[in-house]
């Protein structure tokens, strides 16, 4: 069974500033994918980045890029240039490659100060 | 765009009522599941549906029944509800095919049983 951990409930950043939301996860499976979702308050969940854990370069888009660290079991989700739209709860989550069901980390709730 | 939409935003039902949620998508995905959202435990999936009339059990499949009598919809059903059943219930979807099966979520449906 997989398990996703994200030990920050709650993170504070200033706007136009880099805030880190960290990740770990726990598997048995040599081929699997991880992803972070966004859930902004009142609106539905999207997916923000995801990463093939074959792959060793890091995955990005536009301002969201992530450190994968395969040996450490360790994705953490990296915004830069924060955005007061950036404001929302942040899950991690993991799947196997054989699998079609998401294991969810507990989330985590940024919130951007203007 | 991929659209998934559920039946209520708020839901609000008394102990040992029936509930029926529902959940449509529109881009024929295979796919579908339905989550519960606690606070501090992310996500946590219910049940799973892979193709009409099929259905696995997901991590917390207690109380809760599924039907999928089309592709499109997939119902939550709780027989019996109970005040450990308040909670905010999320649907998703996604295609069978690919390895980065993304999955696209509903609004959610916040169930209150008194």
């Known amino acids: 069974a997989q398990t996703v951990t994200q030990s920050q409930p709650e993170m504070s950043v200033q706007e136009a500033e880099t805030v880190t939301l960290s990740c770990t996860y726990d598997?048995?499976?040599?081929?699997?994918?991880l992803f972070w979702y966004k859930q902004p308050p009142s609106r539905q969940m999207i997916l923000v980045i995801r990463q093939e854990a074959y792959k060793q370069q890091n995955a990005t888009e536009n301002r969201f890029s992530v450190n994968f660290q395969k040996a450490a079991k360790s994705f953490s989700l990296k915004i830069s240039d924060s955005q007061l739209g950036d404001a929302a709860m942040y899950f991690c989550?993991?799947?196997?490659?054989?699998?079609?069901?998401?294991?969810f980390g507990g989330g985590t709730r940024l919130m951007v100060k203007p | 765009d991929v659209k998934v939409t559920q039946s209520s935003r708020y839901l609000v039902k008394r102990t040992g009522e029936k509930v029926f949620l529902e959940c449509v998508q529109d881009?024929?995905?295979?796919?579908m599941f339905w989550y519960r959202q606690d606070p501090g435990l992310g996500l946590r999936l219910i049940y799973f549906?892979?193709?009409?009339?099929?259905?696995e059990k997901g991590d917390i499949p207690e109380g809760y029944s599924v039907s999928r009598e089309k592709k499109e919809r997939f119902s939550l059903i709780l027989e019996s509800a109970s005040t450990n059943q308040t909670s905010m219930y999320l649907c998703a979807s996604s295609l069978i095919v690919g390895h980065l099966n993304e999955q696209f979520f509903g609004p959610g449906t916040r169930l209150t049983v008194l």
């Open positions: 989550a993991s799947k196997n490659n054989a699998g079609n069901m998401l294991t």
């Open positions: 549906s892979y193709d009409v009339k099929m259905k």
């Open positions: 598997t048995s499976e040599s081929d699997y994918y």
């Open positions: 881009m024929d995905h295979e796919n």
